[in-house]
């Protein structure tokens, strides 16, 4: 059974059992990826449990670091998110509740720490937003079973879509797996079921008992990263003050760029030199910021009231963070690739290439073409990168240097301040042709083209590659190939490491005969 399944019959199993758990002395928030107070489902409802009982509230957070090795989390998500961990516990202490942060060394062991703090702190209900990815569905069954055998009760929302994986079925009844058919049953479930929109109430204040009980879980300290996934002084004095974290700092980016820029976006979001994009990526993969609350946002701004018609921008905009649901429900119901598999199995025999020298070249950005150097650079510069130049440098892996795609995935989630496995595996899977909807295998991008197309003046470009700062005009694109050699040659840029022409032949021919013997 899909893991989905197994939760849900997990759930099944469970039910009069998690009916009949009276409420004890309190109930706890399981926080995972969704850091925030306002608009939390299953926050929410823990609140009003407690209210109703009349029992304080407690947050609990786990610090797993051999989850973030297993999911290669980047060591700057993880201080983005410890510093939205702070502000969390700042918030929610001023409502008398308190953050109980705890690392667990082993992954295994997350379970059976949970059942000991809810017995320490004679608790009976868990709350807990799910998270789609295969290991997070199976512990949560596992969790809910041993939650029952202990008399303890699991209650679980659906949070970080705006429609939860499931209802989207088309008209065979299977799920869909085309993005555009899939958007316009979105659009139509959400605005037949307009709930789905609802922001969900913040937690209220907890009764005096919390701070007089549970005086001692409000001096937990924010642990530092894990030593291996720490950021180095020099990268945080360089990196935070780009990435602003905590909720009340995703609210500000929302309104800013709902007042500034959203009406642009469909002209600007493509242009990498321009603050076309909201920037907004981190906070969703954080959970500082839901994706109802930004949906709804936007849509108030539309003078349609609606999430079609309207303004341009905003329709547009909408559509990119359906991409985000749409990449989460393609997990849960095609859960092998979360297992390194091409959702596409007829490309799993195609015979990459693995050769280190080039995808050196690739990660530091030094492969000769400008674009793809620059995009590089600013994934390493800040921690993120737009989304044009991720298609391009990720098209250029897979197709120009016939680089498995997977090397590309992983080094993205090592990276990215954004990384969210859905959407990672999505977007390479969109760019190397092996995923699904994906971009045809035969439309391979022309860097060059790429780059006189989305960035025409060569900004973007000589921002993130200094040695070409001063080389004009076009030759910016292609300076060796441009008449920049001496200037190129001085500042020490390398030339181009394949040919494109020559590369697309040989990876139009690796494509076919891999799908042709799949
Ligand atoms: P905006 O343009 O303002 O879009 C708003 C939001 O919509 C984004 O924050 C994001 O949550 C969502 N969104 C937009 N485009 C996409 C998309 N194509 N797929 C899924 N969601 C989208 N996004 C991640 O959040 N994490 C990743 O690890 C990630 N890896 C990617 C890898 C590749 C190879 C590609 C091609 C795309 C990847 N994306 C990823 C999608 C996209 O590039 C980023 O979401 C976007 O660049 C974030 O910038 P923004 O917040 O300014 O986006």
């Not at 702190?121 to 512990?139: C, G, M, P, Q, T």
């Amino acid at each position: 059974p899909r893991p989905i399944e197994l939760l849900n019959s997990a759930f099944a199993d469970t039910l009069q059992q998690r009916k009949r758990v009276k409420v004890r002395d309190a109930v706890v928030h399981w926080f995972k990826w969704d850091l925030r107070i306002h608009d939390n489902r299953a926050l929410s409802e823990a609140s009003e449990m407690a209210q109703k009982a009349g029992v304080p509230l407690i947050g609990l957070y786990i610090v797993s670091p051999q989850d973030f090795e297993a999911h290669l989390t980047a060591p700057i998500r993880i201080d983005f998110m410890l510093r939205s961990l702070q502000v969390l516990k700042e918030d929610l202490a001023k409502l008398d509740i308190p953050l109980w942060v705890e690392t667990v060394e082993k992954r295994r062991d997350v379970p059976g720490r949970i059942i000991e703090l809810m017995e320490e702190w004679r608790a009976s209900h868990l709350f807990a937003n799910l998270e789609y990815e295969v290991d997070e569905l199976r512990r949560e069954a596992k969790l809910a079973r041993m939650f029952a055998e202990r008399g303890l009760a699991l209650q679980v929302a659906h949070d970080t879509c705006v429609v939860p994986p499931g209802p989207l079925r088309s008209g065979t009844g299977r799920p869909y797996a085309v993005y555009s058919p899939w958007f316009r049953s979105w659009i139509r479930h959400i605005q037949e079921n307009l709930e789905l929109l609802e922001l969900s109430e913040p937690p209220k204040q907890n009764p005096p008992t919390a701070r007089k009980t549970y005086g001692k879980l409000f001096d937990c300290a924010i642990p530092p990263a894990p030593e291996s996934k720490r950021l180095s002084d020099e990268e945080k004095k360089r990196l935070q003050p780009l990435w602003p974290a905590g909720e009340q700092e995703a609210m500000k980016r929302l309104d800013k760029f709902c007042e500034e820029n959203i009406g642009q976006y469909a002209k600007n979001r493509n242009i990498p030199s321009t603050a076309g994009t909201s920037n907004l990526s981190v906070h969703f993969a954080c959970g500082t910021l839901s994706a109802r609350t930004a949906v709804r946002t936007a849509r108030d701004r539309n003078n349609t009231k609606r999430l079609d018609g309207g303004n341009e921008g905003i329709q547009t905009w909408i559509s990119e963070v359906a991409w985000r649901d749409f990449y989460k429900h393609v997990l849960v119901h095609w859960p092998y690739v979360c297992m390194n598999k091409p959702f596409k199995p007829e490309y799993s025999n195609i015979e990459w290439s693995y050769n280190q020298e080039n995808f050196t070249a690739w990660t530091s950005g030094r492969t000769g073409f400008p674009i793809v150097d620059a995009a590089m650079r600013q994934l390493s510069g800040m921690g993120w990168m737009h989304n044009r130049c991720r298609m391009i440098v990720a098209s250029f892996l897979a197709k120009d240097l016939l680089l498995d795609w997977r090397m590309g995935e992983r080094f993205f989630m090592e990276h990215l301040i954004d990384g969210d496995f859905a959407s990672n595996n999505g977007g390479w899977g969109f760019a190397a042709s092996v995923g699904v909807d994906p971009q045809p295998y035969f439309r391979i991008f022309n860097p060059l083209l790429q780059s006189e197309k989305f960035d025409p003046d060569g900004e973007y470009i000589r921002k993130w590659v200094p040695e070409l700062r001063n080389v004009k005009g076009k030759a910016i694109h292609d300076p060796y190939g441009r008449g920049a050699e001496v200037l190129a040659k001085k500042g020490g840029y390398p030339r181009q490491i394949v040919e494109h022409k020559g590369a697309r032949e040989r990876a139009l021919a690796a494509y076919k005969r891999g799908i042709e013997s799949g």
